[in-house]
């Protein structure tokens, strides 16, 4: 079979391009090359291309900020957390965050500053209450993804956020699942998005930081992006950018109840496995299921018609357990056993009809 006969259930890693997306980027690829930040002609209307791209993508986020273009949401999340705190700082990070604010957290703590990872409950969720009680009075920033990539629970992130300005701090919120889906939390102060995540292109995301937010650069050279991002935009990434969120802006309703049916469906035909993460406080265009027995790595190799994963495709390859699986109390064993799938718009009930057919008969074959 060719690679696009394959069942694409894996949304969570990546998105199809849009073809609204695709047709806003075909004219910066060629014909219309110019830089954005040269001062003739030609350049003020790559720029007007820039800032039409960047009102699309704010029309999603709060009001009362700036947003940076970067070159993805890992940038983002770099250019907030290592722009704002130092080494004196202290951060608190949920036990589920993604690589990018972990890793991230994990160096600044390696210059000196304090961190404290927030455990979360059996169904994935942070809980506020504990976090007040063991944070101190004075915290700098708490990081608490939206949508968790894995499991897609739905974070308290408003109220956490909360938390952080009640003790002098900043709210750092990674919306990379959620953003053009779910409502971005009004009350954080920075947040971090992508747009190959909502059917826009790869190499582009951004950072959005509320006004009176202060942020050291991590690109030094031409200072461009307001100087907090030096470096040549494409007009072609920010166009494909922008073009996807206005479609994701016009199409929130209609895909989330495409979304809201699938999810009903899977659970019909996937009843044989157990749900990792809450049920309710969840974006339903994620299922992590588990099925002790199942060998996934063996699950995936003998499945080629359907393309899933056992978790990020940020950390696949690396042989161990899922940390977000671990930190809601999953064995080795079941974490192991466990598999995510993930749809968008352009997934239809027969994928999700034809994909348990073949998924459940696998493991079956290897039960």
Known sequence: MS???????????????????????????NAHFWN???????GRAMKAVVENARDNVETLLPSGGQTIF??????????AIKGSMTSQSVIAVSAIEHAAVLDTAEWLAGQGATLIVLPVTADGLVDVAEAERLLPERIDLIA?????????????VEALADLAHARGGLLLC??????????????????AVSAHKIYGPKGIGALWVRDGVKLSPLIHGGGQEQGLRSGTLSPALCAGFG???????????????????????????????????????????NLNIRRDGVDVARLMSDLREVA???????????????????????????????IRLGWGRYSTEEDIIVAARLINGAAEEIL
């Open 174 to 191: 990674d919306a990379v699942q959620g953003y053009g889906r779910l409502p971005a939390p009004a009350n954080a102060d920075l947040i």
């Open 308 to 338: 899933f994963s056992a978790g990020s495709a940020c950390a696949s390859g690396s042989g161990r357990p899922s940390h977000v699986l671990r930190a809601i109390g999953l064995s080795d064993a079941q974490a192991k056993s466990s």
């Open 144 to 156: 608490v993804m939206q949508v968790n990539n894995e499991i897609g629970t739905i974070q308290p």
């Open 243 to 285: 073009a996807a969120a206005k479609v994701a802006r016009t199409r929130m309703e209609a895909d989330a109840a495409q979304i809201a049916a699938l999810w009903q469906l899977s659970r019909t035909h996937f009843a044989g496995w157990t749900i990792n993460g809450s049920v309710d406080a969840r974006y339903h265009g």
């Open 70 to 79: 970067t070159s993805g949401a890992t940038e983002a999340i770099n250019l």
């Open 36 to 42: 954005p930040h040269s001062a003739h002609r030609l």
């Open 3 to 29: 690679l696009t006969d394959a069942i694409y259930l894996d949304f969570q890693a990546t998105t199809r391009l849009a073809n609204e997306a695709f047709d806003a980027m075909l004219p910066y690829l």
